[in-house]
């Protein structure tokens, strides 16, 4: 909660309206393993804004990686250029591995299939700024639940808030059972629903995620479940008049552009709040704040 | 089964298991000096079958033999002195496993051939046994079939 407190102060130097040095004269390594457009331009957003700079690469083509370098000797290289890590590569636990060969902060900018602590706590953020509070909330998690990694940390921390948790997705991309039970364990209150229309009417937060190709072995598999839900002003007649639309971004087929006028969709204000919270996170991390 | 002078027995080890014991021990190994190493599986004993393990002139420290209990959860360690067991304990999980299981997920990082790092799990309930990935935090299903 202490984050998202701080987040809420970075909220004036995150739009530009006020000026910040907290990072003056320190560098952030921003090394993106995989593409990314919104984790990786936030990061440097963030650090921008507070007066830091950033070096690093948007993707592994040209660097030693290519070369055959080990990511730990990469992160031991790096970190003596810099005085924090951001990172994103696609295996899991790479950003763990990593923290225990660099003797600066790393911070996961998204592991494979794994984690995306980040998201989650502009997730977070974007729920208690649009609700005016995280667990007292029927939250859906709709589309690929399987191997959306965003989905996952934002089940687990919801359900330290004790949130109701609800599991919209085809069988096959369903939650996975240890993030099930991780989050059962926690106290929270979790059904699982396959049709969207039927999920809907008493939902508080409506948690939307892309059916990533990129995820799919079979590209058959993947045909099947695309497109098999979509939110449109249709959709959110049945649903409660101050519900919210969320979704991590980019979206492909799974909101209708009709959406985006309405007060339900709070995506951008979302893709927003990754600024003044990994705003936060830098500062906090690199100790220039308590 | 001959009795031994000087050495550890190894008893109660869930049958069938003997040889993958001895593969987690790393024996025979370069530390066994060409002890002689005994192995009877599917013994009668008095609670159901048992496999047994027994290394002359060398004693294992709990350290080195508590890993077993990832496979063998009932196994005992006797040290033998003169054809005397001199002490005895039952095997317990170690809190953290390093090096012995590999992560059943082919994208966690330890499993990247190549980066400076052993697999390592952690205790998430001893009873049932169940372990976690320190890296990609997955819990593996099949203990048995991930031993290196």
């Known amino acids: ?290 | 089964m001959q009795p031994i002078k000087n050495g550890t027995v190894i008893d109660h080890i869930t049958p069938g298991c003997a040889l993958k014991v001895l593969k987690i021990l790393r024996i025979p190994g370069d530390a066994d000096g060409g002890s002689i190493i005994s192995v009877v599986m599917h013994v009668k004993g008095d609670s159901g079958k048992k496999d047994i393990v027994k290394i002359e002139n060398r004693e294992l420290k709990a350290h080195e033999v508590d890993k077993i209990a990832l496979i063998a959860p009932n196994a005992t360690i006797n040290i033998i002195r003169d054809y005397e067991v001199r002490d005895k304990h039952r095997v317990s999980v170690p809190d953290d496993i390093v090096g012995i299981v590999e992560c059943a997920n082919p994208s966690c990082i330890s499993n990247a051939s190549n980066e400076p790092i052993q697999p390592r799990f952690s205790v998430k309930s001893r009873d049932p046994l169940r372990i976690k990935c320190f890296y990609c935090e997955r819990e593996i299903e099949d203990i048995s079939a991930g031993i290196i």
Do not use: W
């Not at chain 1, 040095?21 to 593409?35: D, H, Q, R, V």
């Not at chain 1, 359900?159 to 099930?180: G, R």
């Open chain 1, 1 to 290: 909660m202490h984050i998202l407190s701080v987040a809420d102060d970075m909220v004036p130097a995150a739009r530009g309206d006020e000026a910040s040095t907290l990072m003056a004269g320190k560098i952030m390594a921003s090394l993106f393993f995989e593409p990314s457009t919104r984790t990786r331009l936030s990061f440097a957003a963030a650090m921008n804004r507070l007066g830091g700079r950033v070096i690093g690469f948007a993707r592994p083509g040209g660097t030693s990686l290519q070369k055959g370098e080990t990511l730990a000797d990469t992160i031991r290289t790096v970190e003596s250029y810099c005085d924090l890590i951001a990172m994103r590569h696609p295996q899991e636990g790479s950003a763990r591995m990593a923290a225990e060969f660099a003797e600066v902060p790393v911070i996961n900018g998204g592991d494979g299939a794994g984690h995306h602590p980040t998201q989650c706590l502009l997730d977070l953020f974007t729920i208690q700024k649009e609700r005016g509070d995280i667990g007292d909330n029927k939250v859906a998690l709709i589309g690929d639940l399987k191997y959306g990694r965003t989905v996952h940390s934002l089940a687990y921390a919801l359900a330290l808030f004790k949130a109701d948790l609800t599991f919209i997705a085809p069988e096959q991309l369903q939650m996975p059972h240890e993030v099930v039970e991780e989050c059962q364990e926690h106290g929270a209150s979790i059904s699982f629903e396959t049709d969207l229309d039927a999920a809907i009417e008493d939902v508080d937060v409506m948690y939307v995620t892309r059916i990533q190709k990129e995820r799919f072995p079979d590209p058959e598999e993947y045909k099947k479940v695309a497109g098999i839900y979509t939110i449109d002003t249709d959709l959110l007649r049945h649903a409660k008049s101050e519900a919210i639309v969320m979704h991590p971004l980019p979206r492909v087929y799974e909101i209708s552009a009709e959406v985006d006028d309405t007060s339900a969709a709070a995506y951008f204000r979302q893709a927003f709040n990754g600024v003044p919270v990994r705003m936060a996170l830098i500062s906090l991390v690199a100790g220039v704040i308590s």
